[in-house]
């Protein structure tokens, strides 16, 4: 692969602080970077990231039965009432391992992700996500983590 950008994501790295050499130096499908002026970012290749989340949200039972109950209601086709009073008792847990054994992951991710974007999941800093076209056959998620 030639180590050449799109002019638009070159520009929006260097603004960030970010050094292309060492974009295409660590250049993966998940990596970080700290930009000059300390700031992390994390970079996704957008062909991985649904299943990047995918694997973070299931490696937490308590995040996924934490998401609203309306919300959870839908994906698991269950009385509201019933994901509440479960949430209400501190049975998060037991609700995320419902996701799982329901095979709701992929649904719950991909709501997820129409309803609050990947920022919300990713960037802990500000919740804000950046696609970066790098050249005609990649393209990368940018996060700011700290």
């Not at 957008?46 to 995918?54: A, C, F, L, N, P």
């Not at 934490?66 to 998060?92: K, W």
């Not at 609700?95 to 920022?119: H, R, S």
């Amino acid at each position: 692969m030639a180590a050449t950008f799109n002019p638009m994501a070159a520009s929006t790295l260097r603004e960030a602080g970010i050094d292309l050499r060492e974009f295409w130096q660590n250049l993966s499908d998940d990596f970080t970077l700290t930009a000059s002026d300390g700031a992390e970012y994390r970079f996704i290749c957008s062909d991985k990231i649904d299943e990047i989340m995918q694997d973070e949200l299931a490696s937490d039972m308590c995040l996924l039965g934490c998401f609203n109950s309306n919300f959870l209601a839908d994906i698991l086709n269950l009385p509201e009432v019933l994901i509440s009073a479960a949430q209400t008792a501190g049975a998060y847990e037991a609700i995320g391992e419902t996701v799982i054994q329901f095979n709701k992951l992929e649904d719950l991710q991909e709501a997820y992700v129409n309803a609050d974007g990947y920022g919300h999941h990713f960037a802990y800093y500000d919740h804000e996500e950046l696609e970066l076209t790098i050249n005609s056959e990649q393209s990368f998620y940018m996060f700011r983590i700290n």
